[in-house]
């Protein structure tokens, strides 16, 4: 404790104290020569982040893992979210999900909005969940392989079993 008042009293000997009182004038000392100034908000804003839930594993065209570096999701939903995140005040990250929990995904805060279609059943269609005005609307397809005798046409179809996606409208 002497040491600090000592100290303290070498200083005020160094500024002038002697029992007179002298006014001091700050802003010769380098470091009080300026005035501060708040930074950029632009360099300290951190963005929002906003996660947006996908099937890259089955979402292709419209989201997938990129052939080249598959460390990178790309396709039509990722350019959309580049779009579309800046414009609700955020930051794009792609959270991975399987498109049969993208919906539960939501309800465990897992994301904030979930692309890569998913379907609007009576399942998914729960009161904590809004869908947005379709972004692109397809319609049903039957894919059968490239010279199969079998399947000329849809007459080829008859007593023929063909998968959907559970649940989904087409029938």
């Known amino acids: 404790m002497r040491s600090v008042i000592a100290g303290l009293l070498i200083f005020v000997g160094i500024l002038g104290g002697g029992g007179t009182a002298h006014a001091l004038d700050w802003s010769s000392f380098s470091f009080f020569a300026t005035r501060a100034q708040a930074p950029d908000p632009a360099l300290t804003t951190v963005p929002r982040i906003l996660r947006y839930g996908g099937d890259s594993a089955s979402g ?29 005040g955020g930051m794009p990250i792609f959270v991975q999900n ?3 929990t993208l919906i539960a995904g939501l309800g465990t805060e897992l994301y904030e909005l979930a692309v890569t279609a998913p379907a609007m059943t009576p399942e998914t269609a729960a009161p904590s969940v809004n869908f947005s005005i ?38």
């Open 134 to 171: 379709p972004y692109y609307t397809t319609f049903g397809q039957i894919v059968i392989r490239r010279g199969d005798p079998a399947i000329a046409g849809l007459k080829g179809l008859k007593d023929k079993t063909v998968g959907t996606l559970k649940a989904s409208r087409i029938t």
């Open 60 to 88: 292709a065209p419209y989201i997938f893992k990129d052939p080249a570096n598959p460390s990178r999701t790309i396709g039509l939903e990722v350019d959309i979210m580049a779009q579309l995140a800046p414009r609700l």
């Open 98 to 100: 399987r498109l049969d």
